[in-house]
């Protein structure tokens, strides 16, 4: 944002994905969510860890864990290990800040456009061998 001179005049719009794709995207998620001129959008990996983050924050009764464990193995898989141990180092206060900071995802800028990250579905996994797209 130093290179483009990004100023208070200035709107930056995330697309989506500030996690699960590198070794600092809680640290993004922290920074932006400070700034007003910065609206983030939900992509598909912050939708999946958002599901997962606020699911393990729960008191699970006996035997979801189990249940969600081949969905966390599947977003580790895919660059959430490297969220997880992030979220892990953070506060509680921290934690709840990453969680409430990227909920919109469709964005309405004006009567003629609109952004969003990617066609808005939910996936989910039914069993351990079938994945379901639902349009929403």
Request: net charge neutral.
């Amino acid at each position: 944002l130093d290179k483009i001179k990004f100023g208070k005049e200035d709107t930056l719009y995330i697309l989506g994905d500030c996690v699960d794709r590198g070794d600092e995207g809680l640290k993004i998620v922290l920074d932006i969510a400070e700034r007003d001129n910065v609206i983030g959008l939900m992509g598909n990996h912050d939708f999946l860890a958002l599901s997962i983050l606020t699911s393990l924050d729960r008191t699970l009764k006996p035997g979801q864990l189990e249940d969600m464990r081949y969905l966390i193995d599947i977003w580790k898989l895919d660059g959430g290990a490297v969220t997880y141990k992030e979220y892990k180092k953070l506060s509680p206060v921290g934690r709840i800040f990453v969680k409430s900071y990227v909920s919109i995802d469709i964005l309405a800028i004006n009567d003629t456009a609109n952004i969003i990250h990617q066609k808005a579905f939910v996936k989910y996994f039914n069993n351990k061998n079938s994945i379901i797209y639902q349009n929403i």
